[in-house]
């Protein structure tokens, strides 16, 4: 079966980012030379993915129409949704019910940002051919700070803990799930934690009880950015404009991933140039269609 859907969560209130996020949504905030919310929506664009959901709170809803629009001219379609108040990861899927319909679904949170050749292969992998509920995982140094996965000598998980006080493994739960057709009502059926929130970790850990739960462990060759402080911003966007210049590689343009996947025609991209005429952005553009589509 191939996953169709896909989830953006871009709501809360991003309260280690204030003031800077008292006027405008941390998923609009640049990371490099892009707003951050280009990057998940172009990871799940290489995965194949075109019909999306952006959930977002409602001070915020205009703005990512303005900028997006409903993705026609990316050769997507994309769907908005407002979350009056952030209380938990899978509240996500409680709000775009009508939206999954009833089949599987992709969520990437939107400051989560992925990428590198192991992330674009697993998640074609398992969009392509969806099997089982997966999400994504990553070794990092302070496990401690997110949910984190306890696997057996087989790599088969036997468990999730979220923020461990002494976590048994430095393998962390990222931001980037694939749920089976059933996740609305087990999303429905979880608890308020004594935060006040739904928690992700108690979803994931209903299908590791049902043995239906699949764990992809992304590369340390490849990247993975929780960009949810200023730290981690500046973090993102000393790397992304080093890989760029460096090995001349393009991450994030919501355009390039629509005409490599070939949403869109050469001509629809060279119209989508226009509206950067004379800038930093459209100059990227045209060098990645110059270098790579003209001979």
Same mark, same amino acid.
Request: proline share 5%.
């Given at each position: 079966?191939?996953?169709?859907? #896909?989830?953006?969560?871009?709501?809360?209130?991003?309260?280690?980012?204030?003031?800077?996020?008292?006027?405008?949504?941390?998923?609009?905030? =640049?990371?490099?030379?892009?707003?951050?919310?280009?990057?998940?929506?172009?990871?799940?664009?290489?995965?194949?993915?075109?019909?999306?959901?952006?959930?977002? +709170?409602?001070?915020? %809803?205009?703005?990512?129409?303005?900028?997006? #629009?409903?993705?026609?001219?990316?050769?997507? +379609?994309?769907?908005?949704?407002?979350?009056?108040?952030?209380? #938990? %990861?899978?509240?996500?899927?409680?709000?775009?019910?009508?939206?999954?319909?009833?089949? =599987?679904?992709?969520?990437?949170?939107?400051?989560?940002?992925?990428?590198?050749?192991?992330?674009?292969?697993? %998640?074609?992998?398992?969009?392509?051919?969806?099997?089982?509920?997966? $999400?994504?995982?990553?070794?990092?140094?302070?496990?401690?700070?997110?949910?984190?996965?306890?696997?057996?000598?087989? /790599?088969?998980?036997?468990?999730?803990?979220?923020? =461990?006080?002494?976590?048994?493994? +430095?393998?962390? !739960?990222?931001?980037?799930?694939?749920?089976?057709? +059933?996740?609305?009502?087990?999303?429905?059926?979880?608890?308020?934690?004594?935060?006040?929130?739904?928690?992700?970790?108690?979803?994931?850990?209903?299908?590791?009880?049902?043995?239906?739960?699949? !764990?992809?462990?992304?590369?340390?060759?490849?990247?993975?950015?929780?960009?949810?402080?200023?730290?981690?911003?500046?973090?993102?966007?000393? %790397?992304?404009?080093?890989?760029?210049?460096?090995?001349?590689?393009?991450?994030?343009?919501?355009? $390039?991933?629509?005409?490599?996947?070939?949403?869109?025609?050469? /001509?629809?991209?060279?119209?989508?140039?226009?509206?950067?005429?004379?800038?930093?952005?459209?100059?990227?553009?045209?060098?990645?269609?110059?270098?790579?589509?003209?001979?």
């Amino acid at each position: 079966m191939k996953v169709k859907r #896909g989830i953006i969560l871009a709501g809360g209130t991003a309260a280690r980012l204030k003031p800077i996020t008292s006027l405008i949504s941390k998923h609009l905030l =640049p990371i490099y030379n892009k707003p951050m919310i280009y990057y998940p929506l172009s990871t799940l664009m290489l995965g194949g993915i075109r019909e999306y959901l952006i959930i977002t +709170n409602p001070s915020y %809803l205009k703005l990512y129409q303005d900028l997006l #629009g409903y993705g026609d001219n990316l050769g997507i +379609n994309i769907r908005y949704k407002v979350q009056k108040k952030p209380e #938990g %990861l899978p509240q996500a899927f409680i709000i775009g019910e009508k939206f999954i319909n009833n089949e =599987p679904v992709c969520l990437n949170l939107g400051d989560h940002i992925f990428f590198g050749n192991d992330v674009n292969r697993l %998640l074609k992998k398992n969009i392509n051919d969806f099997k089982k509920t997966t $999400i994504f995982a990553y070794r990092y140094k302070k496990p401690n700070e997110y949910g984190v996965i306890n696997l057996d000598k087989k /790599n088969r998980p036997i468990s999730i803990l979220e923020k =461990p006080f002494k976590p048994k493994s +430095n393998l962390v !739960v990222c931001g980037l799930y694939i749920y089976d057709k +059933n996740v609305v009502e087990l999303s429905k059926s979880l608890k308020f934690s004594k935060r006040g929130e739904l928690e992700i970790s108690d979803l994931n850990n209903l299908y590791l009880k049902n043995n239906t739960l699949n !764990v992809e462990i992304i590369d340390k060759k490849n990247h993975w950015i929780d960009a949810g402080s200023p730290e981690k911003i500046f973090e993102a966007s000393k %790397l992304i404009e080093s890989i760029e210049k460096r090995k001349k590689s393009y991450i994030g343009f919501p355009e $390039i991933a629509a005409l490599k996947k070939r949403y869109i025609t050469i /001509n629809d991209f060279t119209k989508l140039i226009r509206n950067y005429e004379g800038n930093h952005y459209g100059r990227i553009l045209n060098t990645f269609l110059s270098k790579n589509f003209i001979n």
